[in-house]
């Protein structure tokens, strides 16, 4: 069991993390397709619909996928007055809580209300609003159950991590997010 739960959050893990290197590469495209609107529109007068809503859409894509990244690495908000200062286990045991009480719920009822959402947008094929615009809105709708896909993942990462933590399992509790970082454990000292 505990070889499956550390499995099945490394294969997680790496997925993230390897999505998070492609994702930066995106966000120097956002900069460079932004950059060309700008030179082309103030320039040269020139104006495309389409590559506007691009650097958008890049944009939304990013942070979309990244939010998965963030929670494998610790990067998102959180309120952690007390957090550092516990035990072990019983940061284990909040991050199940958190994750089975708050974020999984959040993620099926998003899930389950973008359904709709995005089975209509690829029944008809939408594109853009816009006249010019981007095509194939269907897709970019569906980043949407993409984002809750990849948030469930690391979700269950996180707490199949935090049940091997439970259990006493070392290499677990080294890891993210239950292991504090060195500049964390020397302010809460002081």
């Known amino acids: 069991m505990a070889q499956a739960l550390r499995r099945f959050a490394k294969v997680v893990d790496d997925l993230n993390a390897r999505l998070g290197k492609y994702l930066a590469i995106l966000v120097w495209l956002i900069a460079i397709v932004c950059a060309v609107v700008v030179v082309l529109r103030y320039v040269f007068l020139i104006s495309f619909t389409w590559m506007q809503e691009l650097y958008v859409w890049i944009h ?9 990244v963030a929670m494998l690495y610790n990067a998102h908000v959180r309120v952690d007055i007390l957090y550092n200062r516990w035990p072990l ?33 690829w029944k008809i094929l939408e594109g853009s609003a816009q006249p010019n615009g981007m095509p194939a809105v269907y897709l970019f709708r569906t980043m949407l159950l993409v984002f809750c896909a990849l948030m469930t993942l690391q979700c269950l990462a996180i707490v199949a991590r935090g049940i091997l933590v439970l259990s006493g399992d070392k290499e677990a509790s080294a890891t993210l997010p239950y292991a504090i970082p060195a500049a964390d454990t020397a302010e809460a000292k002081h």
């Open 89 to 121: 286990k019983v940061r284990a045991a909040v991050e199940i809580l958190g994750a089975l009480v708050f974020t999984l719920p959040w993620l099926i009822v998003l899930a389950i209300l973008t359904w709709p959402f995005v089975l209509d947008s």
């Open 60 to 68: 939304a894509v990013v942070f979309l996928t990244a939010a998965s």
